[in-house]
């Protein structure tokens, strides 16, 4: 995890919340890192990096898999090297590393791992040039991927999050894709759409506070809950997956 600094408040945003509230995001943040420990990880934290607004988002860097870690590169031009200061602590704790080459562009938020299978959004951060070259990454893994169209949302995982066993909490436009009907979904109604980016961590799902419904379903499917208020990364379009790398 990074904490956000003080250029946080002019991270890129579609959401029209207005400008979040720097002190307010470090307590979410630091609630967040304690959940995670409460979860049973053991958690990094890296020194903010205020010359990146948006790398509080680790997530967007870098995906970590079992058999390799890879070095992404972000789609939003303003965030491209935010890799720089990600890579070197990747490789402290992966032999195995690969990266995404221009003109690939692949955002970490694309991407939904479910098992040894890796779903790769392609949105307006993911395009097919870079969902090519990480599906060849990941065969070479014995890791295999597809990819999923997107139009009303900034990433995959805005849409949708695998909670392990077969089951996926999800928003219509995702649980209406074909690719997707062997799963047991727990549907997102649209009011509540932010709460589709939720995560699970060792049984746990964590779950944005104030979307009571979505957090009733995914407690009805079974799983402990830990609400935890994201105002302040919503309004720069951020959910609970986008904070941390987890391996
Ligand atoms: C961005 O537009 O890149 C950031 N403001 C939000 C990134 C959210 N990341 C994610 O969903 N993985």
Redesign the pocket.
Known sequence: VRPPGHSFVH???TAGLGAPDYEKALHQHAAYCDALKDCGLDVVTLPADEAYP?ST?V??TALLTPACAVILR?G?PS?QREIESIEPIVRKYFASVERIESSGTV???DIMMAGSHYYIGLSQ?TNSIGAAQLTAILARHRLTASTVALHNV??L??AASYLEHNTMAATDEIIAQPEFDSFRTVRIEPAEQYAA?CLWINGTVLVADGFPNACAAIAAAGYRTISLDMSEFRK????L??LSLRF
């Open positions: 991270g890129l945003t948006d988002f997530e967007d972000p939003a965030r955002d970490g938020g951060r900034l990433h995982k805005t980016n720069l379009d951020g959910g997956s986008c």
